[in-house]
Antibody, heavy 121, light 107 residues
């Protein structure tokens, strides 16, 4: 059974940093690309970042997070990360990690339950 | 960036009725579109990928159609558990983008 468990969320001050983790199990971790998707309170879904199975290729939502957030993975520990720096109030959201579907890259076929990040002054 | 516009924002229907949800892309995404369902307090669930393929375990009452810029998700006969928010998402080009969502509520 595929499982994704996010951690690391919490309350942080404007301008601060936070590192999210996503522990994965139930699939061959290094064979799949992974995503971070966020959802502000009461709002829709927003893709944040993706990383290839090897970790060699990364993508970011250009305007909103590029230059502030860094996605990475440790294939030896089946763990995905999101380093978030220079946090702003508009980064407040539930952050989901999601596994990319193997049959059709770009879609997320399994999702974690999310971790809440609250940025406040 | 490809913008996805979903309509209507809210759909009020009764169990047993047919639901038709629309997603329009600002430029062609070919068939590279998915649909997700999200219930309150839960993570999204993949329903349809590549416009018309049901994901594993998705009931046959869910179907997707369309290509290019216009897509439709149809729920043939609403079950009580289908009342939720539905999002479309394109994978044709980076950045990946989602539509704003359609809420299907009980009338």
């Amino acid at each position: 059974e595929v499982q994704l468990l996010e951690s690391g969320g919490g309350l942080v001050q404007t301008g601060g940093s936070l590192r999210l983790s996503c522990a994965a199990s139930g699939f061959s971790f290094s064979n799949y690309a992974l995503n971070w998707v966020r959802q502000a309170p009461g709002k829709g879904l927003e893709w944040v970042s993706s990383i290839s199975g090897s970790g060699g290729t990364t993508y970011y939502a250009a305007d909103s997070v590029k230059g502030r957030f860094t996605i990475s993975r440790d294939n030896s520990k089946n763990t995905l990360f999101l380093q978030m720096n220079s946090l702003r109030a508009e980064d407040t959201a539930v952050y989901y990690c999601a596994k990319m579907a193997g049959y059709s890259g770009g879609y997320s076929d399994y999702w974690g339950q999310g971790t809440l990040v609250t940025v406040s002054s | 960036e490809i913008v996805l516009t979903q309509s209507p924002a809210t759909l009020s229907l009764s169990p047993g009725e047919r639901a038709t949800l629309s997603c329009r892309a600002s430029q062609s995404v070919s068939s590279s579109l998915a649909w997700y369902q999200q219930k309150p307090g839960q993570a999204p669930r993949l329903l349809i990928y590549d416009a018309s393929n049901r994901a594993t375990g998705i009931p046959a009452r869910f179907s997707g159609s369309g290509s290019g810029t216009d897509f439709t998700l149809t729920i043939s006969s609403l079950e009580p558990e289908d009342f939720a928010v539905y999002y479309c998402q394109q994978r044709s080009s980076w950045p990946l983008t989602f539509g704003g969502g359609t809420k299907v509520e009980i009338k």
